[in-house]
């Protein structure tokens, strides 16, 4: 695992290394301050009564009491994706984002881990090493102007493999210690490789285990309901990978690849041994394959896939054995063509659709 330690206007340390594959990244973020909404942990709420009387119509002295108690560290940490990014085999620089928000109300560090395992057919994603990752892997990379959003050339890639790599960032935070949020994003940038499967998925789960400011060390409850002492409380919810008050808080982000599939059936048959006019004759049952034989030629483009396959280009070299007839009529659902050219028949479909959607056409020609 490879800890890098983030400051606020400070920079950022790689400590270890990140494993490849069905690896994990650990990131340390020292958020400072990273304060969410609510009173600063730590805060020493003070309030006293008095009561004023007389005695005699003369004034006394007035009696008084306080009653003091000390905010209690709110551990509270959030980790939101979009979800599911789909890709096609062959896409670069395909990104899944994750925003690590700490909605406590203390300063607080984390460790980020990324890990990814794949579906039920997987991608097979494993983590690029430099800064140009080849096709089928993946680097992650850290928001460095706080937008959100993935640029390249700007963000800063974390890269495990230069063991004395320092990246620099700001964590954005507001100047007051009350009432706002510090937060930061994670990307996963992904080039997938163009032997893809369609439905292939790999999920990337994010996780943010909370740690003592500073420090490498992960934060532990202290909840003993002592008033007089700051505590550490846990109030996160549950994540995708971890359970509701615990200091950590996971996400699952997934790339799921979507494609045509094209699946090209041809048939043949005998239209009549002996044809009048080769592209209108009516089939003519139990004919032969004679010499001067009407032939026909179906073909049919069927794309069982998840996405529309566009522009469709079709080639079909007749044989030299055949002589082309002409195209059976009103057969070709083909957007452009069908035409022949010394024997090469061509189709153009401007788009099939998904789930099934087909193209056909009908070629006749006479046996040499």
Same mark, same amino acid.
């Given at each position: 695992m490879c800890e890098l330690s983030f400051s606020a206007f400070s920079k950022v340390a790689c400590r270890g290394a990140l494993a490849g594959g069905l690896g994990m990244a650990g990131i340390l973020l020292a958020a400072s301050p990273a304060l969410a909404i609510g009173t600063e942990a730590g805060t020493t709420v003070s309030n006293t009564v008095s009561v004023a009387y007389n005695v005699g119509g003369v004034a006394q002295t007035a009696a008084n009491d306080t009653a003091e108690f000390v905010v209690d560290r709110k551990i509270d940490v959030t980790v939101a994706t979009a979800g599911?990014?789909?890709? +096609?085999?062959?896409?670069?620089?395909?990104?899944?984002?994750?925003? +690590?928000?700490?909605?406590?109300?203390?300063?607080?560090?984390?460790?980020?881990?990324?890990?990814?395992?794949?579906?039920?057919?997987?991608?097979?994603?494993?983590?690029? #090493?430099?800064? /140009?990752? #080849? &096709?089928?892997?993946?680097?992650?990379?850290?928001?460095?102007?706080?937008?959100?959003?993935?640029?390249?050339?700007?963000?800063?890639?974390?890269?495990? &493999? /230069?063991? &004395?790599?320092?990246?620099?960032?700001?964590?954005?935070?507001?100047?007051? $210690?009350?009432?706002?949020?510090?937060?930061?994003?994670?990307? +996963?940038?992904?080039?997938?490789? #163009? /032997?893809?499967?369609?439905?292939? +998925?790999?999920?990337?789960?994010? /996780?943010?285990?909370?740690?003592?400011?500073? $420090?490498?060390?992960?934060?532990?409850?202290?909840?003993?309901?002592?008033?007089? $002492?700051?505590?550490?409380?846990?109030?996160?919810g549950a994540g995708t990978a971890d359970a509701a008050t615990d200091g950590v808080h996971s996400n699952e982000g997934v790339f799921e690849v979507v494609t045509a599939t094209l699946v090209v059936s041809k048939t043949m048959q005998v239209i009549s041994e002996s044809p009048s006019n080769c592209v209108t004759d009516a089939v003519v049952a139990s004919q032969y394959a004679l010499p001067g034989a009407c032939i026909e030629y179906t073909i049919t483009v069927t794309n069982n896939g998840t996405a529309n396959a566009e522009n469709v280009a079709l080639t079909d070299v007749l044989p030299t054995e055949v002589t082309f007839s002409g195209f059976h009529s009103s057969t070709s659902t083909f957007d452009t063509g069908p035409s022949e050219a010394a024997g090469t028949v061509s189709a153009t479909a401007n788009s099939i659709a998904s789930g099934g959607g087909s193209v056909q056409l009908v070629i006749r020609a006479l046996i040499n």
């Open positions: 599911t990014n789909q890709v +096609i085999p062959g896409q670069t620089a395909e990104v899944l984002a994750y925003t +690590i928000t700490n909605t406590g109300n203390g300063e607080q560090g984390y460790d980020i881990d990324v890990a990814v395992a794949g579906g039920g057919t997987a991608i097979g994603l494993t983590l690029g #090493a430099g800064a /140009s990752p #080849a &096709s089928g892997e993946y680097v992650v990379y850290v928001d460095a102007n706080d937008n959100g959003v993935f640029d390249p050339g700007t963000d800063t890639q974390y890269a495990p &493999s /230069s063991g &004395s790599t320092t990246l620099a960032f700001n964590l954005g935070h507001a100047t007051n $210690t009350t009432n706002y949020a510090a937060s930061t994003t994670v990307f +996963i940038v992904a080039n997938i490789p #163009a /032997s893809a499967a369609d439905g292939a +998925i790999d999920t990337f789960t994010v /996780s943010a285990t909370t740690l003592d400011v500073g $420090t490498t060390t992960v934060t532990t409850e202290s909840a003993t309901n002592d008033l007089a $002492t700051e505590e550490t409380v846990f109030a996160d």
